[in-house]
């Protein structure tokens, strides 16, 4: 990794806390695994996850708006709602919780990696595509061929919504 330009071995330089806090601004976020351990869909591990994605948005005023669970990393498609949220605040308490319910299932050590990569879209982006990236995500690992076969996808609305078909054959 470059070490010039904001970035360390660490994590991308991050952007101001206020800017984790602008209502309806799409964010797309990606939770590694300590060491890439594929920790995330074994035994009742996805459903520790999800319960956890859903506590803590609404808690913290966060709208989920699509996520795919892959062996070693979570994609999260999110954005502070309409009165307001903090994704800092989700994403601590998110890791925290899933941290502590996957050691409860008895998986040792640190659950994930100390930060996270975000991006935020711009202005005239479209939501679709980032969507879409979260679905197939799974394909592009060769875990399934069609981003409808990964079980452990959500979306917060009709799949059709963001260009996504159950005939799909490629994004």
Request: charged share 25%; glycine share 8%; proline share 8%.
């Amino acid at each position: 990794m470059f070490l010039h330009d904001g970035y360390n071995r660490r994590h991308p330089k991050r952007l101001d806390p206020s800017q984790y806090r602008v209502p309806e601004q799409p964010v797309g976020i990606v939770f590694r695994t300590k060491a890439n351990r594929p920790v995330l869909i074994a035994r009742d591990v996805p459903s520790r996850v999800s319960d956890a994605l859903q506590f803590n948005a609404p808690n913290n005023g966060v709208e989920l708006i699509a996520w795919s669970i892959m062996p070693d990393h979570l994609h999260v498609a999110a954005q502070v709602g309409r009165d307001g949220g903090d994704l800092l605040k989700f994403i601590n308490g998110f890791k925290k919780r899933t941290g502590r319910t996957i050691r409860e299932a008895g998986f040792v050590g640190p659950v994930w990696q100390r930060s996270f990569w975000d991006r935020h879209l711009r202005p005239k982006e479209p939501l679709a595509q980032l969507v879409q990236y979260v679905a197939w995500n799974p394909v592009e690992a060769g875990l399934c061929s069609h981003w409808y076969q990964w079980l452990h996808t959500w979306f917060n609305d009709d799949p059709r919504r963001y260009g996504l078909a159950a005939t799909d054959a490629g994004s």
